[in-house]
């Protein structure tokens, strides 16, 4: 009375041979990268060329391949741009953390350290002091 069905119902889970898949230490480095390319990208703003060049190196060793460096400039305040590089840091500095990333999480939370400074300064030129 009734044809059988010759095709799998939509509802049926797709065979994982048929897409990639990656490990969660593959996304974390994904994640990570992505937190430090845009901590890079308000580093450069702010004109901190040391700490951005360490940033840009733990950007390429997780990638493969060296950053692009930021070349605009926003309309954005220094400590708005000090407020954000915090927070970008501190999401790096979690992800660094979780996948047992020692030298990232270092740079991350030397990073907060140094733009929590600049922020609790009084209204001085923006230098931050962090080891090459």
């Not at 994640?31 to 703003?45: K, M, P, S, Y």
């Not at 040391?50 to 930021?70: E, I, S």
């Not at 907060?112 to 600049?118: F, G, K, Q, S, V």
């Amino acid at each position: 009375m009734y044809e059988p069905i010759r095709t799998k119902s939509v509802h049926t889970s797709a065979d994982s041979a048929d897409f990639p898949h990656r490990s969660r230490e593959d996304e974390l480095d994904i994640q990570l990268a992505g937190h430090l390319a845009a901590l890079l990208a308000v580093t450069d703003e702010l004109g901190l060329s040391a700490m951005g060049d360490r940033v840009a190196q733990q950007v390429a060793r997780l990638r493969g391949a060296p950053p692009a460096r930021h070349a605009g400039r926003s309309e954005a305040s220094p400590a708005a741009l000090h407020r954000r590089a915090h927070a970008l840091a501190g999401r790096a500095l979690v992800v660094a953390a979780s996948r047992a990333d020692t030298a990232a999480a270092i740079l991350a939370a030397q990073a907060m350290d140094a733009h929590t400074a600049a922020l609790s300064a009084p209204t001085a030129p923006t230098v931050l002091v962090g080891t090459p």
